[in-house]
C-alpha cells in the first residue's frame, strides 16, 4: 500500500503583474521583502535560499525551478519537524486587468501533524505579505 502524502493549498488574486510576482519569488531582494528580511542566496535553479527568522529558526530550500513568470519550486533541505523533503510549488498565472494568481502549495507532507498545521496557517500569512508587497512595492517581512 502506498502512503498517501499531504499537500498545503492555497490561492490568492494579486493586484500586480505576472513579472512583478515572479520576481519577488525569484529573487534576493524580492524574498526579503515580503519573507524574512535575512537572506541569503542567488535564486539560480540548483542553488539554495537561506531563510533566517528572528526566532533563531532556519531554513534551507534548495531550488528546483524558476520559470519566468510562470512557476518557482523549492524543496525543503533544512527546517522545522516534518518540513524537510517537502516541495512548495508557486505557479503563477495571467488574469485581466494586469493582475495574477498565484497558487502555493506545499506537498509531500508525511502527517497532518502539529507542524503541518502550523505551516498552514504561517503559509496564509505569509502570502499576504506577498500580495501586499507585490502591490505596493513597500517591504514588510512577514517573519
Known amino acids: 500500500m502506498v502512503k498517501r502524502m499531504d499537500a498545503i493549498n492555497h490561492e490568492i488574486k494579486i493586484d500586480a503583474t505576472p513579472e512583478i510576482v515572479f520576481k519577488a519569488l525569484s529573487t534576493r531582494n524580492g524574498i526579503k521583502s515580503w519573507f524574512t528580511s535575512t537572506v541569503e542566496g542567488t535564486g539560480a535553479v540548483g542553488s539554495e535560499w537561506k531563510l533566517h527568522f528572528k526566532d533563531k529558526l532556519e531554513f534551507h530550500w534548495k531550488i ?32 485581466e486587468n494586469d493582475r495574477t ?36 512595492h513597500v517591504a514588510n517581512p512577514a517573519l
Open 101 to 136: 494568481l498565484l497558487v502555493v502549495s506545499h506537498l509531500n507532507w508525511p502527517s497532518k501533524d502539529e507542524n503541518f498545521r502550523k505551516c498552514n496557517t504561517l503559509w496564509g500569512m505569509i502570502i499576504y505579505h506577498l500580495k501586499q508587497y507585490s502591490e505596493t
Open 64 to 95: 528546483l525551478a524558476s520559470d519566468t513568470n510562470k512557476h518557482v519550486a523549492w524543496n525543503c533541505l533544512q527546517g522545522p519537524g516534518h518540513s524537510v523533503g517537502t516541495s512548495v510549488v508557486f505557479d503563477i498565472s495571467p488574469l
